[in-house]
C-alpha cells in the first residue's frame, strides 16, 4: 500500500501503526509486513507498507487488520486512518522464485 499522509499526522499516523496496525497485522499471523517512508522520487508525505501472503486465498476473506480487531473495530480504524491519510493505493505483485535471489537455507 502506498499511502499518502495528511500534511501535521505523520506523528499521529506513526503511533496508530505502533499501537494499533501493527499489534493487528501480528494477531492475524501475518508472515512479513514492513513499512517504509518514501524518500526519493515521490513526495515526502508518502509511506509504504507490505504484507506478506502466504497464497492467494489469503485474499477470500477479510484483511489482516479486520481480522485482528473484528467488523467494527476495523470500521473505528478506518475511520482514524481516513483523518490521517487523504490516498491509499493498493498494488499486489506475484513473487516469482525463479527470478529471484534468495540466500541458501541454513
Given at each position: ?15 496508530t501503526f ?30 509504504i507498507s ?57
Open positions: 500500500a502506498r499511502m499518502t499522509v495528511a500534511n501535521g499526522k505523520w506523528d499521529e499516523l506513526l503511533d505502533k499501537t494499533v496496525t501493527v499489534p493487528a497485522i501480528k494477531a492475524a499471523g501475518v508472515t512479513a509486513f514492513g513499512v517504509g517512508r518514501v524518500r526519493y522520487g515521490a513526495g515526502t508525505n508518502q509511506l507490505h504484507t506478506w501472503f502466504n497464497s492467494w486465498a489469503d485474499l477470500d476473506g477479510p484483511m489482516p487488520v479486520e481480522k485482528a480487531l473484528g467488523a467494527e473495530g476495523f470500521q473505528k480504524y478506518l475511520t482514524k486512518m481516513s483523518t490521517l491519510t487523504t490516498r491509499t493505493e493498493w498494488t499486489i505483485y506475484r513473487f516469482m522464485p525463479a527470478l529471484s535471489y534468495l540466500p541458501a537455507a541454513k
